[in-house]
């Protein structure tokens, strides 16, 4: 493990987890076994990353989120506190028969986050979702569907309410399937409901 990295003594940190130079994991949080961190990526107090999850360079996963395996997460990527990232479509605790589910009674399936997108404080995502680039979910959002990329979603079902730049701030529309982002001036062109940077 690269020296810069920064793991709190209370942090329960698997010997053979990979964690990338520059990152830090905070108190009372845990990094299962196999899981992969790039660098400079920040795991908050009391979060969960479970077994053989991945996440890219600069992410941060703020506190008590629980990011369950399998999932994948690209660069850049920010997970806001108490969200949760599932991982099983029929979750039981128990069989039909009354005996306890053990690892071999179900498949994880994971939810993916695409680079650059953020996750508001407090949502769900409902494995199997990607979230596409750049894309926002808004705090307290369930999501069941695919969030397209920069798309702004937000309510219980998640749907889109606008779009959003690279900075995270909404667009405003320019004129017919034109927006721009008033943070930096970027224009974006929509095309049977996606939407891509540059001029249609």
């Known amino acids: 493990m690269p020296e810069d990295v920064r793991i709190a003594a209370s942090a329960d940190v698997a010997?053979?987890?990979?964690?990338?130079?520059?990152?830090?994991?905070?108190?009372?949080?845990?990094?299962?076994?196999?899981?992969?961190?790039?660098r400079n990526s920040v795991i908050g107090r009391g979060a969960y990353i479970g077994s053989g999850?991945?996440?890219?360079?600069?992410?941060?996963?703020?506190?008590?989120?629980l990011v369950y395996e399998p999932a994948r997460l690209g660069d850049g990527v920010f997970v806001g506190p108490a969200v949760v990232l599932t991982n099983d479509h029929f979750p039981r605790a128990i069989n039909p028969d009354g005996s306890p589910k053990s690892a071999s009674d179900w498949e994880a399936v994971g939810v993916t986050i695409e680079n650059g997108a953020a996750i508001g404080a407090r949502a769900t995502l409902v494995?199997?979702?990607?979230?596409?680039?750049?894309a926002t979910v808004a705090a307290g959002a369930v999501v069941v569907k695919d969030v397209l990329?920069?798309?702004?979603?937000?309510g219980v079902p998640a749907r889109r309410i606008g779009w959003v730049g690279k900075s995270g701030v909404p667009l405003l529309q320019a004129g017919p399937?034109?927006?721009?982002?008033?943070?930096?001036?970027?224009?974006?062109?929509?095309?049977d409901g996606t939407l891509r940077e540059g001029h249609a």
């Open 53 to 65: 999850v991945v996440l890219g360079d600069n992410c941060k996963v703020q506190n008590y989120a």
């Open 177 to 191: 399937n034109r927006w721009t982002d008033p943070s930096d001036g970027t224009d974006y062109a929509e095309s």
């Open 15 to 38: 010997e053979d987890a990979a964690i990338g130079a520059g990152s830090a994991v905070w108190h009372l949080a845990q990094v299962r076994e196999g899981a992969v961190l790039g």
């Open 127 to 134: 494995a199997p979702v990607t979230v596409g680039a750049w």
């Open 149 to 154: 990329p920069h798309a702004l979603v937000a």
